[in-house]
């Protein structure tokens, strides 16, 4: 499985920006694609995942703020962060997995290789 990222950058408090992460490779079994992130000095941080299903998860930190979104017939998940803050600032890290419901089975994680964000104050 392949995970290639876009869309980081330098943006001002206040503003917005849009990751993409698209995969491919043997992706078939891969139900779960999301974001973690990971500032200087700090442990890597779950951001936003979404299932196959649609169904999203948000840190507290970010709710309200940022939007995962799913293409499936793209195998691209996207990340809307919007009223970015400079605490915001970090390696974003895109991240798939299998997931068996109903079950504590989790596949192998695969990551991409981060895209920079910087948010300026």
């Known amino acids: 499985v392949q995970l290639v990222e876009s869309g980081g950058g330098l943006v001002q408090a206040g503003g917005s920006l849009r990751l993409s992460c698209a995969a491919s490779?043997?992706?078939?079994?891969?139900?779960?694609m999301g974001w973690y992130r990971q500032a200087p000095g700090k442990q890597r941080e779950l951001v936003a995942t979404?299932?196959?299903?649609?169904?999203?998860i948000y840190a507290d930190s970010v709710k309200g703020r940022f939007t995962i979104a799913r293409d499936n017939a793209k195998n691209t998940v996207y990340l809307q962060m919007n009223s970015l803050k400079p605490e915001d600032t970090a390696v974003y890290y895109c991240?798939?997995?299998?997931?068996?419901?109903?079950?504590?089975?989790?596949?192998?994680?695969?990551w991409g290789q981060g895209t920079q964000v910087t948010v300026s104050s």
């Open positions: 991240n798939a997995y299998e997931y068996i419901s109903g079950s504590s089975y989790r596949g192998p994680d695969y």
């Open positions: 979404i299932t196959s299903g649609g169904s999203p």
């Open positions: 490779g043997s992706i078939f079994r891969i139900n779960s």
